[in-house]
């Protein structure tokens, strides 16, 4: 489904390179987890992925059900069935939930050449996705995020996941300090989203996170590169003895 090349990418300002020549392929079907040290890319490639503009893409390719998609902006990668959780802005005020979700599956759909889904329909579905996650629809009147716990958040985080039923989904939970309550919803919620058509891409720095997500793949990120791949047993060895063995056999 995925298949990354050579890929290197650096940063729009300042010219700054951050993917040194990354080679990565998930399957359709595969949980793949991303590990590597605190600044090593992962997010900035999940960025790229998203296709955000502050990042320019210098050699290589990203090849999605065979074809790149390079030339493509975000709504149109996002049409594709491309989903990256923290896409959106941490906190939208003014802006109820209910109302951010209603247009972002209707860009999705506008994308795609569909009709506009009708109210009734739209409020269906949220309940229906909504209920199996525990949200209070009151929770959705609110505006995104704000005032959100971190359960509240991730929950809301899921629904849109659940929502716009993406083919690729990239979860970057690098920085975010899960705690327990978060990390069970998370879990739940992409072992929920496990299908034969379906591939997500976990990014974490916690071996913790992949005891609930147990993952197909786990690929090292470090300086911009994969240094490593392996199956969950390797996260469970990263765990037992860092990441300082991996780069310097690298080396
Ligand atoms: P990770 O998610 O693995 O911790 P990041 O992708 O956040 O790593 O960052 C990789 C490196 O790129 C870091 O050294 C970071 O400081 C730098 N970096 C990423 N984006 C920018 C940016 N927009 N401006 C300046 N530096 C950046
Ligand atoms: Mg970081
Ligand atoms: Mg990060």
Redesign the pocket.
């Known amino acids: 489904m995925l298949e990354i090349k050579n890929l290197h990418a650096r940063?729009a300002e300042d010219g700054?390179e951050?993917i040194r020549g990354l080679n990565l392929k998930v399957k359709a079907g595969e949980v793949a987890a991303i590990m590597?040290p605190?600044?090593?890319?992962?997010?900035?490639l999940s960025y790229i992925l998203a296709g955000r503009s502050?990042y320019e893409v210098t050699e290589g390719d990203i090849l999605y059900n065979g074809e790149s998609i390079l030339g493509l902006d975000p709504s149109e990668r996002a049409a594709k069935g491309i989903f990256l959780a923290f896409q959106y802005p941490v906190e939208i005020p003014g802006v109820a939930t209910m109302q951010f979700l209603k247009v972002a599956m209707n860009e999705q759909r506008k994308a795609r050449g569909e009709e506009e889904l009708k109210t009734p329909d739209f409020i269906r579905l949220v309940k229906e996705a909504a209920a199996g996650l525990h949200i209070d629809m009151n929770m959705l009147k609110r505006p995104l995020n704000v005032g959100f716990s971190g359960g509240e958040k991730k929950r809301a985080e899921i629904l849109q996941m659940k929502l716009l039923a993406p083919q690729l989904c990239v979860l970057d939970e690098?920085d975010s300090g899960l705690d327990i309550d978060a990390l069970k919803i998370v879990s739940d919620g992409v072992n929920a989203l496990r299908s034969p058509d379906r591939a997500v891409i976990v990014i974490t720095h916690y071996q913790r996170l992949l005891e609930h997500i147990v993952p197909d793949s786990v690929h090292v990120?470090y300086k911009g590169q994969v240094i490593k791949t392996g199956d969950k047993d390797l996260a469970l060895d990263l765990e037992a003895n860092g990441y300082a063995g991996i780069i310097e056999a690298a080396a």
């Open positions: 940063i700054t951050i590597g605190n600044g090593s890319g992962k997010s900035t502050d690098t990120l």
